[in-house]
């Protein structure tokens, strides 16, 4: 006697979503086209906290938040006032004197990080989304770089080998700090690319690293972040 299969459509609404939460990203996408009620259950935000967590658990300088850069004009019923709040203190917003929910929804709405990514019902695939989006971006911020400690280092040193790595500050009054040096040194971001450039230095360019950290480089120095 062959033993009974079981019909998806008869399990529970909860028991599908945990289901969801075990599946890849292009898996869970797929299965949100199979029917109206599996597109539902495919955006509910638990599989794609879980997504989330998985993805970012080894990524430089990830937690586990709702990142200030996503769109979340399709979900701002789902965002309670604690998250909207530490939303808009990541994209600079003063909520303070802010007393009502629709107080602090207006500012999220009017302070849209990334106008071009499609809006999400899911706020956590909204995050997800937007920070794959994020991290394959090279143009470094002010803000970025001044908050990172760099370990520098010369690709060759001209001494020869055998010489540390160093720490390395580039601070918000465009001053430029080292283990090398014994005084400040000047910088500034160069050219169209946003380069940056210490004193007469051959100017850096910023790339990502596997792990979403970042690296400036010219054909003389590294510099990474930890």
């Not at 289901?19 to 539902?40: A, G, R």
């Not at 911020?141 to 055998?162: A, N, V, Y």
């Not at 040194?185 to 990502?208: C, H, K, M, T």
């Amino acid at each position: 006697m062959s033993p009974k299969s079981l019909e998806l459509s008869c399990l529970p609404s909860e028991l599908i979503v945990r289901i969801f939460s075990f599946l890849s990203v292009n898996d869970l996408i797929t299965c949100c086209l199979v029917c109206k009620e599996w597109n539902y259950l495919g955006n509910e935000d638990s599989p794609w906290r879980d997504i989330c967590r998985d993805r970012w658990a080894q990524k430089w300088n990830m937690r586990l938040e709702l990142q200030h850069h996503a769109d979340y004009r399709r979900c701002l019923s789902s965002l309670a006032i604690k998250e909207m709040k530490s939303i808009l203190i990541r994209r600079n917003v003063d909520t303070r004197g802010f007393l009502e929910r629709q107080e602090y929804t207006k500012a999220i709405v009017e302070s849209e990080y990334y106008k071009k990514d499609p809006p999400n019902r899911s706020k956590w695939k909204a995050s997800y989304f937007s920070t794959e989006h994020d991290s394959r971006r090279t143009c470094i911020t002010k803000e970025e770089l001044c908050s990172i400690t760099w370990t520098f280092s010369f690709r060759e040193h001209p001494m020869g080998p055998g010489l540390q790595a160093t720490r390395a500050n580039f601070h918000p009054d465009f001053t430029y700090t080292s283990e090398m040096f014994d005084r400040p040194l000047n910088w500034q971001f160069y050219g169209p690319d946003n380069l940056i450039q210490v004193e007469q230095y051959p100017p850096l360019s910023a790339s990502r690293t596997p792990n979403w950290g970042w690296e400036l480089t010219n054909p003389y120095v590294v510099f990474k972040s930890p």
